[in-house]
């Protein structure tokens, strides 16, 4: 989590010298992490490697799940992931990739990667097959055979327990939130599950070395895909992705309304960074916006 006055290079080459990393010289900061401290790890032979590490961890197995969920979208999804070089409690080591290029061109490339991702890995249930992290939360992912009820449990109510949450969601938003939850067959369409990164934003797209689009940072899951894409529609990407959501739609069938149904879709994601940080970026204002037409439901 963000705030802590611990020196992530210090922090960080000390731990990559204890997992036998000996040769690393030097750590630059990388900046925009917020549940780990992050750096690019400089080796005496010139290369580098990704590293990050918890000053906290929430638990011995964040960085594992985090890798298989690596693993998973590039053996199960085709998508693209780095490699991982070493993963233990407190040490996550990957393959360096560099910055996104913000042109339409790679926009594109992103497009047909997460629709293949998408459309070649439907699932009958909705879940997976071990808890993972979505930050420095831990995200539910017991089975579910029905998906309205799957993400109104375990990706919606599931929030409204957490501190900071139950003092930024009052009770009549609360209320909301249930009407909106019993009623999710209505206001979303059947969607079979598939794999899904689960925290796509743009922030967690980088670029391979030839310039290819690479996912980072992931809490896998199978369940709606409009999961991934509300998250980079209501994220602020930048506009050479408009061919992005063109592209996709165009690949996956998507109907014509799938921009009215983001709000309530990344309400997940909103309330996930409310429990989580105090400066929410405007996800508090974003929770009770798309709440108000329901507060008055019985």
């Not at 036998?20 to 917020?34: K, M």
């Not at 401290?37 to 010139?46: E, F, I, N, P």
């Not at 598939?194 to 369940?223: E, F, K, Q, R």
Request: proline letters at 6%.
């Amino acid at each position: 989590m963000s705030g802590t006055t611990t020196d992530p290079t210090s922090l960080l080459l000390g731990r990559l010298h204890a997992a036998g990393l000996t040769d690393v010289v030097a750590v630059e900061h990388a900046a925009g992490g917020q549940a780990a401290v992050a750096g690019l790890a400089r080796r005496a032979d010139g290369t580098s490697v990704f590293a990050k590490g918890f000053v906290d961890a929430p638990s011995d197995d964040a960085f594992a799940a985090e890798a298989e969920g690596l693993d998973a979208l590039r053996t199960l999804g085709g998508a693209t992931t780095p490699d991982v070089v070493i993963v233990g409690p407190d040490l996550l080591v990957l393959e360096a990739l560099r910055p996104r290029p913000d042109d339409p061109a790679f926009w594109e490339q992103l497009a047909h990667a997460l629709a293949h991702l998408h459309t070649s890995t439907t699932h009958p249930r909705f879940g997976w097959h071990r808890d993972n992290w979505l930050g420095r939360r831990r995200q539910v992912n017991t089975w579910h055979d029905d998906g309205f009820e799957f993400f109104a449990q375990h990706r919606l109510l599931r929030w409204l327990d957490e501190a900071r949450v139950a003092s930024a969601v009052g009770p009549a938003d609360r209320a909301a939130l249930e009407h909106l939850c019993a009623r999710l067959p209505e206001l979303l369409p059947e969607r079979p599950a598939c794999l899904v990164h689960g925290d796509l934003w743009a922030g967690n797209v980088l670029a391979t070395a030839d310039g290819a689009p690479a996912l980072i940072d992931p809490a896998v899951s199978y369940t709606w895909a409009e999961v991934d894409l509300a998250h980079l529609w209501t994220t602020a990407a930048p506009p050479e992705s408009a061919v992005f959501f063109e592209r996709y739609a165009e690949l996956t069938g998507l109907d014509d309304g799938w921009r009215a149904r983001m709000p309530i879709v990344q309400l997940r994601q909103h309330l996930a960074v409310i429990a989580q940080f105090d400066d929410d970026w405007g996800a508090a204002d974003a929770v009770h916006a798309t709440l108000a037409p329901f507060r008055t439901l019985g």
